[in-house]
Structures are given as structure tokens and as C-alpha cells.
């Protein structure tokens, strides 16, 4: 006999929902580790979403920063695969989940 659990995951609006969860619990772990403060998780329903990013432009300037780079990592950061990549003056990395699971983020830049 299955359990509750188990049976709420095979349903299709709710491995939807899961997934968008775990997306959104990852944007918030990378915030959080940007900052030093861990906010806790967080959900959404949407595979689609934002990665901001925003650095002192006076340094940006110096040196020289021409990209910056979004990097996910769906294995806990063992592995690393560049996600997308936007201008400096953008604030973001537009970003969309592929399946379900946990993702982490990291941010590079470039000159």
C-alpha cells in the first residue's frame, strides 16, 4: 500500500507544483548565500523566473566587466552548467527549470 505521500506526488498538478517549489527554494538559497543569511526555502509554480545580481558599478567599471554568468547545478554542486548570461547593467539572468528537482545557482563575471 502506498502512502499519502507518495501517491500526492504521482499526481500531475502536484509534481507540477513540487517542481516549481524546488526551483524557488533554490533562487532563494542562492540569494541567501549571497548575502550570508539563509531565508529559508521557497516555492513557486512557475518554471520560469529571474536571477537577480546586483554589483557596485564603479567596480564593475574597473574591472572591466563586459557579462555576468549563471551557473546551475542540479546535483548539491558537484557539477556546474552554464544556465545564461546577461549585461552587467541587466540585474538579472533570466532562468527556466527543465524538470523537477532542487536547483543551485552561482553567478560569475566576466571581463
Known sequence: MQS????ARNLPGNRRWLTCALCCLAVLTFAAAASNVFAGPSYTKSTRFKIPFEFDTQEIARLRVNEV?????TNNGANWVLAGSAAPGQGFVPFEANGDGEYWFSVKTKS
Request: proline content about 0%; aromatic content about 12%.
Open 69 to 73: 554568468q549563471l551557473y546551475v547545478s
Open 4 to 7: 499519502r505521500l507518495a501517491n
